[in-house]
């Protein structure tokens, strides 16, 4: 018995926490402060219309800070920077030199191949006060239709 005795107290010299009693861990890790917690929800910026789709007047084509993109032909630019369609057609960009660099454009073409930006001195115009011939429309398309079988 004595032996005994003597080995609990040797134990308790030992260890520094048996005079205490139990001592509780964390079961978690401290959480710190967090500077920047995402607070606002997104803005749902972006291309909302891409190449060769086809829009009507009023779709938005992109939604932006700033001017990525600049308005071209058939297109206007809201008050926030959304640039939208003017004119029915089909959504085209293009880049053009402007002083020291290039700008990104975006225009609304009335036939899926046409290139922009389109010369209309040459061509002739497509659209007067923003409405097309139709008479003229279909014949093209039947003559494109025709060539393509």
């Known amino acids: ?4 005795f003597l080995a609990r107290c040797c134990e308790t010299v030992r260890s520094p926490f048996s005079l205490l009693g139990s001592v509780r861990t964390a079961t978690k ?29 009023g779709n938005i084509i992109v939604r932006q800070r700033g001017t990525q993109f600049h308005p071209g032909q058939n297109v206007r ?9 003017t004119t029915p057609g089909f959504v085209r960009f293009y880049k053009q030199k402007w ?9 609304v073409v009335l036939h899926r191949g046409e290139k922009l930006p389109r010369d209309e001195t040459s061509l002739g115009r497509s659209r007067y006060f923003g409405l097309v011939d139709l008479d ?6 039947t003559i494109i ?5």
Do not use: E, W
């Open 77 to 85: 630019m809201g008050r926030d920077h959304t640039i939208y369609a």
């Open 99 to 107: 002083l020291r660099g290039d700008r990104k454009f975006i225009g």
């Open 136 to 141: 003229c429309f279909c014949q093209k398309r």
């Open 1 to 4: 018995m004595s032996f005994s």
């Open 145 to 149: 239709t025709d060539q393509c079988m």
């Open 29 to 57: 890790r401290a959480g710190g402060t967090v500077r920047n917690h995402g607070g606002s929800p997104g803005k749902r910026l972006g291309l909302k219309k891409f190449s060769d789709q086809h829009v009507i007047p």
